[in-house]
Nanobody, 113 residues
Framework: VQLVQSGAELRNPGASVKVSCKAS????????IDWVRQAPGQGLEWMGR????????KYAQKFQGRVTFTADTSTSTAYVELSSLRSEDTAVYYC???????WGQGTQVTVSS
């Protein structure tokens, strides 16, 4: 089983970023995909989850209106898009198959002018 994420991103404040998480080795629709992030010196912060089977989403209130989760079952890939980026969004972003130990390797997103 693998969750492989896209590479590091550098964005200016106000821009958007989209991170991918490609699953292999299991049936993609069997597990929700959670997205969490970890800012420098901080703990893990849950952003929300998507059900790849029907595209249903649940967002943490903090990110409502600024984050979008999608899933492409044809490629077994989940995506998180975060808009209106600010410096506080600088973090490592992770995907996780909910309820399992299947984690992506993390994607560094840096927001800086």
């Amino acid at each position: 089983v693998q969750l492989v994420q896209s590479g590091a991103e550098l964005r200016n404040p106000g821009a958007s970023v989209k991170v991918s998480c490609k699953a292999s080795g299991y049936t993609f629709t069997s597990y929700y995909i959670d997205w969490v992030r970890q800012a420098p010196g901080q703990g893990l912060e849950w952003m929300g989850r998507i059900d790849p089977e029907d595209g249903g989403t649940k967002y943490a209130q903090k990110f409502q209106g600024r984050v979008t989760f999608t899933a492409d079952t044809s490629t077994s890939t989940a995506y998180v898009e975060l808009s209106s980026l600010r410096s506080e969004d600088t973090a490592v972003y992770y995907c996780n198959a909910w309820g399992t130990n299947y984690w992506g390797q993390g994607t560094q997103v840096t927001v800086s002018s």
